[in-house]
């Protein structure tokens, strides 16, 4: 049994198999899409070839060591791997805070 088990205030609890689809479904069908922003340029990150300039700006270099599925950066002076999906149309929410997480104060995701 997986899922997430939702209280209510009346006391009944309910098991949501696909609490994703659920939330979509009581949004009216859509979820908010994110973008990932530079904040010293105010830039909203539309390809990789925008983020790997940043990126190099800020002292991360590709990585071609690693998985050919994969677009991946790394810096000399830290262990972190910043690994994306080769098609930027994958590129989501999840790979977007992993950057933010890995260069503070540069970096923000906001809801378009």
């Given at each position: 049994?997986?899922?997430?088990w939702?209280?209510?205030n009346?006391?009944?609890?309910r098991?949501v198999?696909?609490?994703?689809?659920?939330?979509?479904?009581?949004n009216?069908?859509?979820?908010?899409?994110?973008v990932?922003?530079?904040?010293?340029?105010g830039?909203?990150?539309?390809?990789?070839?925008?983020?790997?300039?940043?990126?190099?700006?800020?002292?991360w270099?590709?990585y071609y060591?690693?998985?050919?599925?994969?677009?991946?950066f790394?810096?000399?002076s830290?262990?972190?791997?910043?690994?994306l999906?080769?098609?930027f149309?994958?590129?989501?929410?999840?790979?977007?805070?992993?950057?933010?997480i890995?260069n503070?104060?540069?970096?923000?995701?906001?809801d378009?």
């Amino acid at each position: 049994m997986s899922g997430v088990w939702v209280f209510k205030n009346n006391g009944v609890i309910r098991l949501v198999e696909n609490p994703a689809a659920e939330s979509s479904a009581r949004n009216g069908g859509g979820s908010r899409r994110k973008v990932l922003v530079h904040l010293p340029s105010g830039q909203v990150v539309t390809s990789y070839s925008s983020l790997e300039q940043i990126l190099k700006e800020q002292g991360w270099e590709r990585y071609y060591g690693g998985d050919p599925d994969l677009f991946q950066f790394h810096k000399h002076s830290s262990i972190d791997l910043i690994s994306l999906p080769r098609d930027f149309s994958k590129f989501n929410s999840v790979y977007m805070y992993d950057i933010v997480i890995k260069n503070p104060n540069m970096f923000h995701v906001r809801d378009i």
